[in-house]
Nanobody
Framework: QVQLVESGGGLVQTGGSLRLSCAAS????????LGWFRQAPGKEREFVAT????????LYADSMKGRFTISRDNAKNTVFLQMNSLKPEDTAVYYC??????????????????????WGQGTQVTVSS
């Protein structure tokens, strides 16, 4: 069973930045499509960003475009989420997710949470106003 461990969350003021990391316990990491999701209190878990196996294809939720950047380091089995210009509405628990996709194209990515196989425990991000 692959384990995903997120880190990097915390408390930040409006307009600040945070960089989340998510490390996988085993691979082959380069075959995984990866995603970030978030869940605010009383709300459903929502899509944030996804990245293909190669890292060349990425997609963001509309409200994150231009502020968040997803990236991956296959040599370190780690995916990142750089979050800039944070707003109070970004406050949530952030989760990373992975799905093996060795038979898909290098540009394949996933936005639907129910398609992911593995999930981390989440890291809290709180943005104060």
């Amino acid at each position: 069973q692959v384990q995903l461990v997120e880190s990097g969350g915390g408390l930040v003021q409006t307009g600040g930045s945070l960089r989340l990391s998510c490390a996988a316990s085993e691979g082959p990491f380069s075959t995984y499509v990866l995603g970030w999701f978030r869940q605010a209190p009383g709300k459903e878990r929502e899509f944030v960003a996804t990245i293909s196996r190669s890292g060349l294809s990425k997609l963001y939720a509309d409200s994150m475009k231009g502020r968040f950047t997803i990236s991956r380091d296959n040599a370190k089995n780690t995916v990142f989420l750089q979050m800039n210009s944070l707003k109070p509405e970004d406050t949530a628990v952030y989760y990373c997710a992975a799905k093996p996709a060795e038979y898909q194209s290098n540009s394949y990515y996933i936005t639907a949470k129910n398609e992911y196989y593995y999930w981390g425990q989440g890291t809290q991000v709180t943005v104060s106003s």
